[in-house]
Nanobody, 125 residues
Framework: QVQLVESGGGLVQAEGSLRLSCAAS????????MAWFRQTPGQERDMIAG????????YYADSVKGRFTISREDAKNTVYLQMNSMKPEDTAVYYC??????????????????WGQGTQVIVSS
């Protein structure tokens, strides 16, 4: 089992920044590729960023490319999402997820093994 706990969400003004953290406990963190998804009411949970087990490969959705950065710190069993130049449309519940993928993790949420409980992000205009 892997337990994932997100933190760092909150209210931010447009053009502001937030950094989300996802702390993992349980099985070996470095065995898992990690991803951040987000979801708004009535919508699918969409992957916005992913990072491979080694950290040398990343993926970003077009909607966040150039503004968000995913990183991992295996010594702390933590993955981060640095969010800059935020927009009101970034408002969502953000989830981290872990999966055993050989490279950049999949965009399909059903393929992930573990999920955090989510953290709310609100961007005001």
């Amino acid at each position: 089992q892997v337990q994932l706990v997100e933190s760092g969400g909150g209210l931010v003004q447009a053009e502001g920044s937030l950094r989300l953290s996802c702390a993992a406990s349980g099985r070996t963190f470095s065995n898992y590729a990690m991803a951040w998804f987000r979801q708004t009411p009535g919508q699918e949970r969409d992957m916005i960023a992913g990072i491979s087990r080694s950290g040398d490969a990343t993926y970003y959705a077009d909607s966040v490319k150039g503004r968000f950065t995913i990183s991992r710190e295996d010594a702390k069993n933590t993955v981060y999402l640095q969010m800059n130049s935020m927009k009101p449309e970034d408002t969502a519940v953000y989830y981290c997820a872990a999966g055993r993928f050989p490279g950049v993790p999949s965009r399909y949420s059903a393929l992930y093994d573990y999920w955090g409980q989510g953290t709310q992000v609100i961007v005001s205009s």
